[in-house]
């Protein structure tokens, strides 16, 4: 079991999200508000807070949000959830994981600033099977993998 540490939206694509400490969850569509938010299979996106320190390390001043994730989560290994895996996240929403890692096609802000980003490896994503409000401080469970 793990945490939420940073709820993360954006009103466009291509840009940092910022933490805006609560959001809504909607049944198939992903964070209201959000510019990812969709009828797709990447809805959400999560990244482990150990992934953002892995970059600090690097000697870069990011922060969650900083590389597009809608969640950034403490104490969950996300990457080593397999496809299919459903994540209770607070007290209502769930969702089911529908990749890990994707393809960067432009080169981010961060890849330039540090040769290398976290999000294309070891972010997530879900879909939204049941909405629900969640907040920083909220369980993230593994329901089931």
Not at 22 to 47: M, N
Not at 50 to 70: C, H, I, T, W, Y
Request: proline share 3%.
């Amino acid at each position: 079991m793990g945490y939420v540490v940073a709820v993360c939206t954006s009103p466009k694509k291509g840009m940092r999200k910022k933490n805006i400490g609560t959001g809504r969850l909607i049944e198939e569509h992903g964070f209201e508000g959000d510019a990812h938010a969709g009828p797709w299979h990447r809805q959400v996106s999560l990244l482990a807070l150990e992934s953002v320190q892995k970059m600090r390390d690097a000697g870069l001043d990011v922060n969650p949000g900083d590389f597009a994730e809608n969640i950034t989560t403490v104490g969950v290994d996300l990457v080593a959830l397999p496809i299919g895996t459903r994540v209770k996240i607070g007290a209502e929403a769930l969702g089911e994981v529908t990749q890990i890692g994707k393809e960067c096609h432009t080169r981010c802000a961060i890849y330039h600033q540090a040769g290398d980003c976290v999000m294309p490896k070891e972010g997530i994503f879900i879909k939204v099977l049941k909405g629900g409000a969640v907040k920083v401080g909220d369980e993230v469970r593994v329901e089931q993998s």
